[in-house]
């Protein structure tokens, strides 16, 4: 067996042009869509993402406005800043770079986000409607997963998908997708007994541990779909890739897969609260 690779690079360049044209479309008769980022200090690989969505924007025709906030922002500091462009009425969607720094609550700071402007879908509202199955906007990352796992029709109904994480931004949000897309989903954690066992199990695999190459390529069954959410230095992800191309039925590879799918989810739906705003 020879691996299909999803590749998120190619399928956004596709997608790309797709939204372009919509973008076209809408700012014929409306402003141009904005994405307002939200930098909070000075971490490098923070600022790049942040300078990449930008970009991103700008490719299909969009724009964004760059917030950038010192070190040592305060909670209220951010949440007002949140607030001014919840009123703005230029202003479609918001994105807060996450991590942020640690005295600020990022909780709060995200739940502050004008629902119709959380196009990174990190509220928990957001998260709340889009786990019962109601109209939302996902977490970028895994709604961008999604994207690629339908765009090259990997059939998830009724299939075990094990997801390594639980985060509020990648692991919660993705077992909630897959289950509403007819999974039986197994969630590990940190004090998850015998990953490997559950691992094995996997028909669908998502790594999204945080530390590269945790998860070990022979804990892994023939014909799984593996998902690699992680990207470390030195073009790592989070799953140890040895020998899988010829056992495994799908794989995304890092870079290349997940991340360009977490921009390209993050831009369409900016576009998609521009066209509600202008309906
Ligand atoms: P995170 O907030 O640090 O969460 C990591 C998760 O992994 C936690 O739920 C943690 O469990 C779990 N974990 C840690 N050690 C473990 C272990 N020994 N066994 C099993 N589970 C363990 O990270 P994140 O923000 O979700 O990101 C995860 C990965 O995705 C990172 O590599 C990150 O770089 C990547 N990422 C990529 C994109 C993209 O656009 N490509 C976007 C976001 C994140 P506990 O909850 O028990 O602590």
Known sequence: MTALILDGKKLVKERE??????????????PVPILATI???????????????????RRIGMDSIKVE??????TEQLLAKINELNANPDVHGILLQHPVP????????????????????VTTKGFGLMAMGEEAYGSATPAGIMHLLAHYNIDLNGKHAVVVGRSP??????????LNANCTVTICH??????????????????????????????IKDGAVVVDAG??????????????EGRVSALTPVPGGVGPMTINALISQTLEAAQKASS
């Open 231 to 244: 990207y470390h230095p030195g073009g790592l992800g989070d799953i140890d890739k040895t020998g899988l």
């Open 17 to 30: 042009v797709a939204l372009t044209a919509s973008v076209a479309e809408l700012v014929k008769n409306n």
């Open 69 to 74: 906030m010192s070190e040592e922002t305060t």
């Open 39 to 57: 930098l909070v200090g000075s971490d490098p690989a923070s600022g790049t993402y942040v300078q990449m969505k930008g970009n991103a924007c």
């Open 102 to 121: 640690s005295q600020i609550d990022e909780r709060l700071c995200f739940d502050a986000i004008a629902i119709e402007k959380d196009v990174d879908g």
């Open 190 to 219: 940190s004090r998850t007994q015998n990953l490997a066992d559950h691992i094995k199990q996997a028909d669908i695999l998502v790594g999204a541990v945080g530390r590269p190459e945790f998860i070990k390529a022979e804990w």
């Open 169 to 178: 931004i990648l692991g919660k949000p993705m077992a909630a997708m897959l």
